[in-house]
């Protein structure tokens, strides 16, 4: 209808066009309808956005899987020991405790110094060993000459710090046999001081890629009675980090061991450094341990961070984070452990202590922490001395995933279970 043309005379009409023009003017034309309809609507379908997929991001442990895979095998038997040279160590295989347990960050304090004077070396990244290390202005470039230096001070009598200035040092694996009995040596940053944050621009660093070798530093020191103490360094691509030994062998049993090398070396302390890419994924040779402490007693490993610990191949289960080996009276506290394919934390050979309050994620073939001995049967049938279990060690740290995935034991024996016929 022409809503323009006249409206007609009769009432009734005129009603009922004066109600269809109402109608056209406030509805739309149903043509209208159809051209905004979406063909979903038009088909009677769901138009409903559907949720977006939910995006699930990776835990810090998922993150931390192995890449590029590596094969994890259990240790064989026996395990290699990197060798050198026995004292006598408490037996037995007691834990205690494997819940969570809060993590410590705090830096073990600084092992006392003996009585007399303190000589001090100076190392510089890229400086001559021509110099005598004993300013900031004459440091010298190397473990090798700083030996020289502090032997030639009278260190062998004194204590003796080794203070090393920050940058990033290029050295072949070290070896350290200076000795200062009752007293204390120390390797530590030159600006360290005692209760005072290191910034990061600070912190010396090694860096071992493509040099080869074993040990970063090896202090090797049978009977010393010589305190060390490492801290608050970053050591990076060497097939092993470091090792402080008071000397180890095989005797054979309790009444040969005792009569082995000497005392344990007292308390030597490893605290706020850094171990990452450690062992033969890294670098050239089989690795052991970011921190091995041999034939020791009282060894404090605190506030430390250990990161990718890792052999390729089959030789994958043989590197530990922490390996204690005849060592008692072991204080393995607050470090920070992940991706290592051995087990983060390994004892053996009669020793015992605590680790406790541990972070250790993406790591382990056998548990956290685990002991690991040959007892006679082990002995007779692969022909060599047998050990002791270690014990009692108390255990109760945070433990994630293994390196391979899947969840982490706590505690385990690896070897000998019962220790029943182990001869100790």
């Known amino acids: 209808m022409d809503p323009t043309r006249p409206l007609p005379r009769n009432p009734i009409a005129a009603v009922l066009a004066l109600g269809l023009i109402a109608v056209m003017l406030f509805f739309p034309d149903p043509a209208t309808v159809v051209a905004e309809a979406s063909p979903e609507q038009d088909a009677g379908q769901e138009t409903t956005e559907a949720p977006a997929p939910q995006v699930v991001v990776p835990d ?10 590596v094969t994890v095998v259990p240790a064989p038997t026996p395990e290699p020991v990197p060798a050198t040279s026995t004292a006598t160590g408490t037996t037995g295989g007691s834990v205690s405790g494997t819940s969570s347990a809060p993590r410590s960050t705090a830096l073990a304090s600084e092992s006392p110094a003996g009585p007399g004077p303190t000589v001090t070396v100076f190392m510089a990244p890229g400086a001559a060993d021509s110099g005598d ?23 062998a009598g ?18 350290w046999s200076l000795a200062s009995p009752g007293h204390r040596i120390r390797f530590l940053p030159q600006d360290y001081v005692e209760g005072q944050a290191l910034p990061v621009a600070q912190v010396p660093v090694f860096d071992g ?17 010589t305190t060390y103490d490492v801290r608050s360094l970053t050591v990076t691509g060497y097939s092993n980090g470091l090792r402080i030994s008071g000397g180890y062998s095989y005797k054979g049993g309790p009444a040969e061991r005792a009569s082995g090398e000497g005392r344990p070396l007292p308390r ?9 890419r450690i062992g033969s994924a890294h670098s050239a040779k089989t690795g052991y341990a970011a921190i091995h402490v041999q034939n020791t007693d009282g060894a404090r490993v605190v506030a430390n961070t250990l990161h990718r610990i890792e052999n390729s191949g089959a030789q994958a289960g043989l590197v530990h984070g922490i390996y204690a080996v ?13 991706k290592v394919s051995g087990d983060a ?8 202590g605590s680790v406790t309050g541990n972070t250790i994620e993406a790591s382990g073939v056998h548990a956290a922490v685990s ?6 049967a082990c002995a007779a049938k692969n022909v060599q001395s047998f050990e002791c279990p270690s014990g009692p060690v108390d255990v109760a740290n945070n433990v994630g995933t293994r390196y391979a995935g899947g969840q982490l034991k706590a505690y385990e024996v690896t070897v000998s279970p019962s220790g029943a016929s182990s001869g100790c």
């Not at 810090?60 to 895979?69: E, K, M, R, S, Y």
């Not at 290390?133 to 260190?155: D, E, M, W, Y």
């Not at 030597?268 to 990452?276: A, D, H, I, L, R």
């Not at 934390?345 to 015992?352: E, H, I, L, M």
């Open 60 to 69: 810090d442990v998922t993150q931390l899987a192995p890449d590029p895979p």
């Open 133 to 155: 290390g004993l300013s900031p202005g004459t440091a010298v470039g190397s473990f090798a000459r700083a030996q020289q230096v502090a032997k030639s001070a009278g260190g």
């Open 158 to 175: 004194a204590n003796i710090d080794v203070r090393i200035a920050a940058g990033t040092y290029r050295l072949t694996p070290s070896t």
């Open 209 to 225: 890629s493509g040099l080869g070798g074993t040990y970063w530093l090896d202090i090797l020191a049978p009977g010393a009675e």
């Open 268 to 276: 030597p302390t490893v605290t706020g450094m850094t171990f990452e």
């Open 326 to 338: 005849l060592s008692t009276g072991l204080d393995v506290r607050g470090n920070t452990i992940s």
């Open 345 to 352: 934390v390994r004892t053996r050979n009669a020793s015992s």
């Open 371 to 376: 002991d690991w001995f040959c007892d006679q």
